[in-house]
């Protein structure tokens, strides 16, 4: 690997906060279509509001089942962290399983 090649401490942090940015767009963006909203209190967030955005993601973006997964793992970060600081009474992720099914990587040693 060269230096060019290495990331520094400013490229994770940008990087990280590229996907948090764009997970955020894809949630205003479902508010948007889905339930012509621009924005949702997280009192009522549920189980189908999840899976509905999974869905959303899947079928309207055509996205790959990793970066659904990506996307979700964001939200369901904010919102543990909502209901672990007692903002939300409930976890509606705590029956949400979504697996990454990534495709596994072939490197070419030729």
């Given amino acids: 690997m060269t230096e060019d090649a290495t990331l520094s401490r400013d490229d994770i942090v940008a ?3 590229w ?4 997970s955020r767009k894809d949630v205003a963006d479902f508010l948007q279509s889905n339930l012509r909203r621009t924005d949702i209190s997280m009192l009522e967030l549920t189980p189908e509001f ?4 999974a869905a959303y993601l899947s079928t309207d973006r055509g996205l790959a089942n990793g970066t659904i997964w990506q996307r979700c ?3 369901k970060g904010v919102v543990l962290r909502a209901h672990y600081n007692g903002k939300i009474p409930r976890n509606p992720f705590a029956q949400f399983h979504i697996s990454p099914n990534c495709k596994e990587r072939v490197f070419d040693r030729g």
Avoid: H, Y
């Fill in 15 to 17: 990087s990280t906060l």
């Fill in 19 to 22: 996907a948090m940015q764009r």
């Fill in 50 to 53: 999840i899976k509905d955005f």
């Fill in 73 to 75: 793992m964001w939200l």
